[in-house]
């Protein structure tokens, strides 16, 4: 009886050393999905296609290593992984291939544009192009009323007060 006491102890004790030592199989089961789910997910297959994201999920928490061609694939990256299930938080250390645009300059203005449209679910940032030349904004994109149209056009607006707030405007 007293064998047979020990032999569960220590089975116990061995067990417990394991999970403690090796983690729980079931957070590294979801780390493993979370991580796949992000590769083959419609944006990083579609949208992030030609940026080079590297996705590590330990205990739910997602790092986000790599660089992309555009500032707002960042955040669309980040948001991505954020909505999927598991996920407790995402650390986005993504980099912008090349250098960084200018402040104030049209390459800024359409980077600024386009990530305020992705936050926004009441627009498409995605089927929404954004041009500018000479700080003067134009968006392109399909939308079936005025309703839909309005949005995109103040969100833009606000984008470009912050910059007549810091510097010359087209609209100022």
Known sequence: ???ARYHLALIVTITASLFLITG???ASDMDNRIESSAKESYVFKTYLSDDDIKIESRDGVVTLTGTVTEE???QLARETVASMPGVKSVNSELKLKGESPAEYSD??????????LLFHRS???IKTEVLAENGIITLRGEATSQAQKD???KYAQD???QKAKGGDSAYG
């Not at 390459?107 to 305020?116: E, G, N």
């Open 1 to 3: 009886m007293k064998t």
């Open 24 to 26: 729980s199989p079931f």
């Open 72 to 74: 707002a694939h960042k």
């Open 107 to 116: 390459a800024w203005l359409m980077t600024k544009v386009k990530t305020s």
């Open 123 to 125: 627009v498409s940032g």
């Open 151 to 153: 949005p995109a056009t």
């Open 159 to 161: 984008v470009e007060s």
